[in-house]
């Protein structure tokens, strides 16, 4: 049974970096050919998609977002990371750890989500 597990701060100040990482157990994220992404929700609003690094390590961004995200990976402790930079309160959103089959449209596996507040 694949499981994710999203963990970091619930609350950031405006203009600070956003960090979060999700772990995973049941696979390995090196497996061929699955990708692994970051996917948030905003209160009120659909989900956006905002990233992916895939197992080979390369990675892929919403093009919206780019210039202020980065997701890493750690294979030693099978677990990958989010970075968002300069937050805003519109930055305010459950986000979610999935996997994706990389030949799929869809994330087969979720983590359970967290809330990441950005408030001074």
């Known amino acids: 049974q694949v499981q994710l597990q999203e963990s970091g701060p619930g609350l950031v100040k405006p203009s600070q970096t956003l960090s979060l990482t999700c772990t995973v157990s049941?696979?390995?994220?090196?497996?061929?050919?699955?990708?692994w992404g970051w996917i948030r929700q905003p209160p009120g609003k659909g989900t956006e998609w905002m990233g992916v690094?895939?197992?080979?390590?390369?990675?892929y961004y919403s093009p919206s977002l780019e210039s202020r995200t980065s997701i890493s990976s750690d294979t030693s402790k099978n677990q990958f990371s989010l970075h968002l930079s300069a937050v805003t309160p519109e930055d305010t959103a459950v986000y979610y750890c999935?996997?994706?089959?990389?030949?799929?449209?869809?994330?087969?596996?979720w983590g359970q989500g967290t809330q990441v507040t950005v408030s001074s």
């Open positions: 999935a996997r994706i089959p990389l030949l799929s449209a869809w994330y087969d596996y």
């Open positions: 049941g696979a390995s994220i090196t497996t061929s050919f699955y990708g």
């Open positions: 690094i895939t197992y080979d390590g390369s990675t």
